[in-house]
């Protein structure tokens, strides 16, 4: 995972969105209307179809983005509907966050803190955090299932193509950002 820059709300989601969801939040319904739908293709261009968890790409025509909350509806029917509280992902790693708030928020984390491993395009807290740190990394990984082979198989649907010369480094910092910012990291140490 790497910091994804919150982006600032569209200038109609206070009507399509937060009026409606506002409206609906005040009837006491046990569900809430899903107006969050309404914004999705602005959530897609703003974040550039990336998913914020897994760091690739969404294909269009898929089916596959989703409005994830990130502090859960069903916790905190207030953000319900409001945009500061949404991440653009993929449907399989919004299914598997689902409720947890275990999950760090890729809105708040520095770069850094996750690592990837390129020989096997595997997740690890990057060495020398605190224990606390690296356990909040490691539950995130855990949570999300960024290491098993669905997940590394989207990796490596980007990184294998580049690495035989057929993906150009500006496309893999565009379809698969986590792996291009690796390859940044162990192709061009720091200098000393």
């Given at each position: 995972?790497?910091?994804v820059?919150?982006?600032?709300?569209p200038?109609?989601?206070?009507?399509?969105?937060?009026?409606?969801?506002?409206?609906?939040?005040?009837?006491r319904?046990?569900?809430?209307?899903?107006y969050?739908?309404?914004?999705l293709?602005?959530?897609?261009?703003r974040?550039?179809?990336?998913?914020?968890?897994?760091?690739v790409?969404i294909?269009?025509g898929?089916g596959?983005?989703?409005?994830?909350?990130?502090?859960?509806?069903?916790?905190?029917?207030?953000l319900?509907?409001?945009?500061?509280?949404?991440?653009?992902?993929?449907?399989l790693?919004?299914?598997?966050?689902?409720?947890?708030?275990?999950v760090?928020?890729?809105f708040?984390?520095?770069?850094?803190?996750?690592?990837?491993?390129?020989?096997?395009?595997?997740?690890?807290?990057?060495?020398?955090l605190d224990?606390?740190?690296?356990?909040?990394?490691?539950?995130?990984?855990?949570?999300?299932?960024?290491?098993d082979?669905?997940?590394?198989?989207?990796?490596?649907?980007?990184?294998n193509?580049?690495?035989?010369g057929?993906?150009t480094?500006?496309?893999?910092?565009?379809?698969?950002p986590?792996?291009?910012r690796?390859?940044?990291?162990?192709n061009?140490?720091?200098?000393?």
């Amino acid at each position: 995972m790497i910091h994804v820059e919150a982006q600032p709300e569209p200038d109609d989601f206070d009507e399509l969105v937060r009026r409606p969801g506002r409206s609906a939040l005040e009837t006491r319904r046990p569900e809430l209307p899903p107006y969050w739908r309404a914004c999705l293709p602005e959530l897609r261009r703003r974040y550039r179809d990336v998913c914020a968890y897994l760091c690739v790409f969404i294909p269009p025509g898929t089916g596959a983005p989703s409005t994830e909350h990130f502090a859960p509806k069903s916790k905190n029917r207030e953000l319900a509907y409001e945009w500061s509280n949404y991440r653009l992902v993929c449907t399989l790693m919004n299914a598997r966050k689902r409720e947890f708030e275990d999950v760090l928020d890729p809105f708040e984390i520095p770069d850094g803190l996750f690592e990837l491993d390129l020989s096997f395009l595997q997740v690890t807290p990057s060495p020398g955090l605190d224990q606390p740190a690296r356990e909040r990394v490691q539950a995130t990984i855990d949570r999300l299932g960024l290491n098993d082979q669905e997940c590394i198989d989207a990796r490596a649907v980007y990184y294998n193509p580049f690495v035989e010369g057929q993906l150009t480094l500006e496309l893999l910092d565009r379809w698969s950002p986590f792996v291009a910012r690796a390859w940044r990291v162990q192709n061009n140490p720091p200098q000393p």
